[in-house]
């Protein structure tokens, strides 16, 4: 199975600052990447997909980079809506597998 | 609007069997652009792909090696949903069981849009 680590696990920040996260898989996964959000009680929310491409109707502050074994998911200026869980998922090949989580809560 | 609606029992004892179902609406169950999965999260497991059945041009299943032996996914066209059956379970399957579509859109390339509201199963006596 192709494991999913993210970095950090969890992470403090301020409305308006900038937070990055790292997803590393272990092996090459092309752009077979996306991104979720969860907040508590609610199932996942897809923000990216491919990698980088933006959902429709997700905000732009929302970005996503990367190819092959590391991705970058980065939000700017965080808004107080923002704190919640993120996942990193591939489906390069199954199992599909997520990644732990990020959890970003309120510095 | 594509919604899935899970219904079943939030309290399996351990050994029997964990039946959920998650009814499409604005969707096809037999879409050939679609494949219908079952996720779990739990707090020692994280997000778990269960398994998917889909349709092209016949059914096809997948599922995950850790639950082989004790899963099966069905669709069900008359209805428009599809089911999980979970045999044998034990207090390690206790999660909440997430229906989800993951949408081909564009070859070899999917996500998971649209997703149940998750259904907590606690597997006790």
């Known amino acids: 199975d192709i494991q999913m680590t993210q970095s950090p696990s969890s992470l403090s920040a301020s409305v308006g600052d900038r937070v990055t996260i790292t997803c590393q898989a272990s092996q090459d996964i092309k752009k077979f990447l996306n991104w979720y959000q969860q907040k508590p009680g609610k199932a996942p929310k897809l923000l990216i997909y491919d990698a980088s491409i933006l959902e429709a109707g997700v905000p732009s502050r929302f970005s996503g980079s990367g190819s092959g074994t590391g991705f970058i998911f980065t939000i700017t200026s965080l808004q107080p809506e923002d704190f919640a869980t993120y996942y990193c998922q591939h489906y390069n090949e199954l199992p599909i597998t997520f990644g732990q989580g990020t959890r970003l809560d309120i510095k | ?125």
């Open chain 2, 1 to 125: 609007q594509v919604q899935l609606q899970q219904s079943g029992p939030g309290l399996v004892k351990p050994s029997q069997t964990l039946s959920l179902t998650c009814a499409i609406s604005g969707d096809s169950v037999s879409s050939n652009s679609a494949t219908w999965n079952w996720i779990r999260q739990s707090p020692s497991r994280g997000l778990e792909w269960l398994g998917r059945t889909y349709y092209r041009s016949k059914w096809y299943n997948d599922y995950a090696v850790s639950v082989k032996s004790r899963i099966t996914i069905n669709p069900d066209t008359s209805k428009n949903q599809f089911s999980l059956q979970l045999n044998s379970v034990t207090p390690e399957d206790t999660a909440v069981y997430y229906c989800a579509r993951d949408y081909n859109w564009n070859v070899g390339n999917y996500y998971m849009d649209v997703w149940g509201k998750g259904t907590t199963v606690i597997v006790s006596s």
